[in-house]
């Protein structure tokens, strides 16, 4: 059982900054392949970035890329998502994913990001 606990969000204005945390359980963290994924009102859930268990591979959804970037710090259990130059529509509830066996979710951060 792996559970995911992310904190960050927040309200923010057109052009700043936050960085969203996600802290997990587990004893074998440094196995899981973790990522970001968001949903706004209305829309499908959608992939923001992963990270690969050595933090050495990302991936970054093309909405995104050049402004987020995704991070781990296996020794305290933690993945971390930097998000600069935000845009309102970058506005969403933020999910962390833990993928095993299974995928696990975290309760969800929300993010919204004023014009």
């Known amino acids: 059982q792996v559970q995911l606990v992310e904190s960050g969000g927040g309200l923010v204005q057109a052009g700043g900054s936050l960085r969203l945390s996600c802290a997990a359980s587990g004893r074998t963290f440094n196995s899981y392949v973790m990522g970001w994924f968001r949903q706004a009102p209305g829309k499908e859930r959608e992939l923001v970035a992963r990270i690969s268990w050595s933090g050495g591979s990302t991936f970054y959804a093309d909405s995104v890329k050049g402004r987020f970037t995704i991070s781990r710090d296996n020794t305290k259990n933690t993945v971390y998502l930097q998000m600069n130059s935000l845009k309102p529509e970058d506005t969403a509830g933020y999910y962390c994913?833990?993928?095993?066996?299974?995928?696990?979710w975290g309760q969800g951060t929300q993010v919204t990001v004023s014009s």
């Open positions: 994913n833990a993928r095993t066996s299974i995928d696990y």
